[in-house]
Structures are given as C-alpha cells and as structure tokens.
C-alpha cells in the first residue's frame, strides 16, 4: 500500500601462547622418558601436561567479546543523562575554512596497517564542519585494543592549511577514517569505504565513485519536531590478517533519543558488501525511527520538469527508489526535485529488500567527466532479522545545487520504541551498479513527462496537462509482437487521464506506454503503471509523484 504523506517543514538537516616441549633436547637428541632420573621425569611429565593445557586455550571470540562489550556500553549510556562530546579545539581549527580544510591530507605513509594487510586506514583532522572527535581503537587479535593518539606528524598541511600545523592537542582526536583496499588494481589501494560526520559512511564498488550515503540511525526526518542527528564517538576495527578481503568494524552510537551498538562487517568482492548489526537503546520515546536510511541527491533528470541553465542534460546520485515487497511486488519510484517538501511511503510487513539506485548509467545522459554521475552506485538493502511491519518513507526535498542533498529513505517499524526499550536491526548492504536484476520482469528504462501540445496546435491545452511517456524494457519482450494483447495497468489518485496507449519500440524488446495526464490543482497527483499479459504481470511498478505547480 502507498500514500503520500502530508506535507511538513524540516528544521535543520587470541594470539596462541608458545607451547614447550615435554622432552628435554640433549645435543638435538630427544632422550626418551624411560632414561630419565625420577625427578626428571616427574618434571617432564608435569611440563606435558602444562603444554596440553596451553594448547588447549581457545583462541578468544574476538568479534564476540567486542560487540558485547559495545553493547553493554550503550545498554549502560540509555540509563545516563545524554551529554553532547565536544572538543575544546584552538579556535583556528574550529572556524577553519573549506578551503583550508581541503588542503590538510593523512599522510598515506603514515596509514595503520601500510604493508601489513590489504587493507590500510587513513585519518581525517579534526575541524572545520567536524568539530566533535570520534575515538579510534584498534583490537588484536587476543581481544586487547589500544587507542588511536592525534600526531600532526599524520598529515600533510599545504598552501593556507600551512599556518595550522602543530595547532592540535594530542587529545584533539579526529573527525573520522576512511578504509582502503585493492578494489580496482593490485597496484594501488583505492577508497572503500568512509566514516566521517555524524553516523554517516560511503561505500564504492569496483569502478564506481562516491555518491549516495548511508547512516547508522535517523531520527524524526521530515517531522515537524526537527530532526536528530546520531553520532557515532567511538569506534572499534579489529586488526585484519594479512590476506583477508573483510573488515570489522564495531561503533557507538550516541543521541538525545537513543544509543546504539553496532558492528559493520566489510567485504570487498564483485560489489562491496556491509553486513550491519544494530542493537538500539532508547533513552526517550522516539516519535519516528528511520531504520537502514540512505540520503542522495536528485536536482534533474529526464522525469523533472523543473529547468536548470546547465550543459548536462541530468544532474543525479540517484534516479529511483526500488522496493519488492513481502508479496514479490517491484516498485521502481521515480525520484523527483519538486517544489515543495513531498513525504510519501510505502506499507509492508517484512520487505524482501530496497534502495535507491543509480540505474541510468550512460555518460551521455549526464555529460559530466568531473562529476562522474554515470558512475555512481547505488544501495540496496536486505533485512536479515525480522523487522515486522511497517513503512518505507521517501523524503524528497527541493533544491537549486546539487552541493545540497535533497533525498532521504528509511524504513519506520509500526510499532513505536519507547523509552528504557531495545530493537536489533540487521541487514545487509551491496553496492549496486545500474540496475538490480531481482527477476525477469521488464523494468523502466526511462520515464518522460512533457506538455502535451500537439505540434501547431491552435488552442493548445494549459503546460499544466500533461504528456506522461513511460519505456519498459526487458530481453524476454523480444519474443513478443506488437499484436500480443499488452495491457497497461494505470492507476491514477489525484487527477484525470486519457489517450492511455501502449506500442512496442523498433529494438522490439521494449514497450512504451503514453498518456495524457490532467492533474488536480490542490494536491499532488500519485501514479502507478505496470504491463500485464493475458492478466499476469510482466513488468514491475512505476511510480511517480508530481505536482502541477512544478510548471514554471
């Protein structure tokens, strides 16, 4: 089920102990027992016993002492009066510029790990936009950690950033990390994954470049109370070995609201994995919890009709929102940048999955060999526990700069957390790139929405009217003809449409759908359009949201 939300403001954005042996070496000859003196032999045999006894210690549960000592770390922070971390940092670094930020890099020769693991962790300064610390540690393999000291020797100062060096106290901590990894060369360790800003982290595949965000937790997004942003302060990444391709990474999180333990577990392959474990505390009743949030941002694409003076032809991190429901339905929302705050979700008890994709992947579409925009990955998540009913929100906020990211989803549990309550979420996070194949129904290829005068026309109807053109394409819709009986199935709340035509392209495995749209002048019109054959889908659902007073 789908609605569209009401419309409201937003305020603010074990290491193995060497055994010995139980004989005694004479010479490199081993001396058997039976030619020893009692006394030796009482000693030897003491010696074998202590040496079975130390073989026999486990090795410890590293990843589980860790994450139970984090979550009762956040258990016993719920029961506590929330204080916001805050650094004393010298007032040159907390009132640095972009500028002077920009020119302050991790010297990658200093970076934890370099030459010991495939992976490698590079750090970011404190200052600037990020002036609460996050505390560093590193665990070993026997469960021991030790934590991440600020050395200026660390980073690099260049041009206006000059002036800034040997400002920081060694108990300055640092803004956040970034992991490395071999992802597209041998040669080079490229960026994998970054943690920096409140409990924002970025993850890339292989060829891909830096777009949409994940979080740990949102709070009351889009709610007329104002947001709450949870940080996370601390973290704990355990020491890797040497050939391994995964990472994990423990964190606490922390708020007004609620604390949070959580364990991210990071794999590098075909795509780049993130398995999150959360176990959330609350220490208030919480109005709105968004679960698995992603933010990106959309400031045109083929679908808006808002114009902007720009040479590239779309400007995008993401172009849809996509969901298949417990049922099996595949929703493909289309993102929109529209002219006021537009609230909308979906209804579900236990989704298979959702994300926000990237799936238009062409460089013409963008022509933007800075930006990269055909590159950028998309996110799709897959609950692993029972999250129960609920409803999946997409915020989409309006914007005239792509600098300003304006789409925000989450999933938000039915059931309310209250106070002195918990919840554990887990999921999984794969980098996504283009599209998703989750089955063989076509998919939405492109989407259009233009007036719908006709050419020459001498009383053209009002630009508010108009021409919806919708492409499905698929490889199984090759072996159909255009007199196999298609049906468009279109279902339309909040205006009138007419002329509903479906054909099939010249590639002969696509099939467009058309229509002329009348929208209602108090609301925002919601539309929903699939293919059928014979009754039977064949297609997922497009979805679209827009309001005529988008018409400038």
């Known amino acids: 089920m789908h609605k569209l939300v009401a419309q409201k403001a937003i305020k603010g954005f074990a290491r193995q102990i060497p055994t010995k042996s139980s004989l005694w070496l004479l010479a490199g000859i081993v001396l058997p027992s039976c030619l020893l003196l009692p006394s030796q032999l009482a000693t030897a045999q003491q010696q074998e016993v202590a040496a079975k006894t130390e073989t026999n210690i486990p090795k410890p549960n590293v990843d589980k002492i860790t994450y139970e000592m984090v979550k009762g770390q ?209 220490r208030t009743d919480v109005e709105k919890l968004g679960v698995a949030p992603l933010t990106s941002m959309l400031l045109s694409s083929e679908t808006t009709t808002k114009h902007f003076d720009d040479f590239r032809p779309e400007v995008h991190d993401s172009d849809g929102l996509l969901m298949i429901t417990s049922n099996g339905e595949q929703i493909w929302r289309q993102l929109n940048n529209p002219k006021s705050l537009q609230v909308t979700s979906m209804q579900d008890t236990q989704p298979k999955g959702f994300g926000l994709l990237q799936r238009d992947t062409e460089f013409d579409h963008y022509s933007d060999i800075e930006a990269n925009y055909h590159s950028r990955p998309g996110i799709w998540i897959t609950p692993d526990n029972n999250w129960g009913a609920g409803r999946l929100e997409l915020v989409e906020i309006p914007t005239n700069s792509e600098t300003n990211d304006n789409i925000v989803s989450y999933w938000v549990p039915e059931e309310q957390l209250k106070k002195g309550q918990t919840r554990e979420f887990n999921y999984t996070l794969n980098t996504v790139s283009g599209d998703l194949k989750q089955s063989n129904l076509a998919t939405v290829v492109r989407a259009m929405n233009s007036w719908a005068a006709l050419p020459g026309e001498n009383n053209p109807p009002a630009k508010t009217v108009r021409k919806i053109v919708v492409d499905f394409s698929e490889n199984q819709l090759t072996n159909l003809t255009q007199n196999i009986p298609i049906e468009a199935n279109l279902q339309v709340n909040g205006g009138k449409y007419d002329e509903l035509i479906v054909r099939q392209l010249p590639d002969k495995k696509s099939w467009r759908v058309s229509y002329t749209l009348n929208a209602d002048e108090d609301r925002a019109v919601d539309m929903r359009l699939s293919l059928s054959l014979r009754g039977k889908p064949i297609s997922e659902v497009w979805n679209y949201v827009w309001s005529r007073n988008e018409i400038e």
């Open 74 to 282: 956040a258990k016993k922070l719920s029961t506590e009066e929330y204080k916001k971390v805050s650094s004393e940092l010298p007032e040159q670094l907390a009132e640095m510029t972009y500028s002077e930020y920009r020119n302050i890099r991790f010297n990658p020769d200093k970076a934890i790990w370099k030459d010991k693991s495939k992976f490698e962790l590079q750090l970011f300064h404190p200052g600037f936009l990020y002036k609460n610390p996050v505390m560093l540690r590193l665990v070993d393999s026997n469960a021991g950690s030790n934590t991440v000291t600020f050395k200026g020797d660390k980073f690099i100062y260049e041009n206006e950033a000059k002036a800034l060096e040997g400002i920081a106290p060694p108990d300055a901590g640092f803004a956040g990390f970034r992991v490395h990894y071999p992802l597209n060369t041998h040669q080079y360790k490229d960026e994998l994954a970054v943690f920096l800003g409140a409990s924002y982290f970025r993850i890339v595949g292989p060829g891909q470049t830096y777009g949409i965000s994940a979080r740990g937790l949102a709070i009351n997004t889009a709610h007329a109370s104002g947001e709450e942003f949870p940080e996370f302060t601390r973290f704990w990444i355990i020491e890797p070995e040497s050939a391994a391709d995964n990472l994990v990474i423990y964190a606490l999180l922390d708020s007004k609201s609620v604390t949070g333990a959580y364990r991210f577990e990071l794999t590098a392959g075909l795509t780049t994995e993130v398995k999150v474990n959360s176990q959330i505390y609350a």
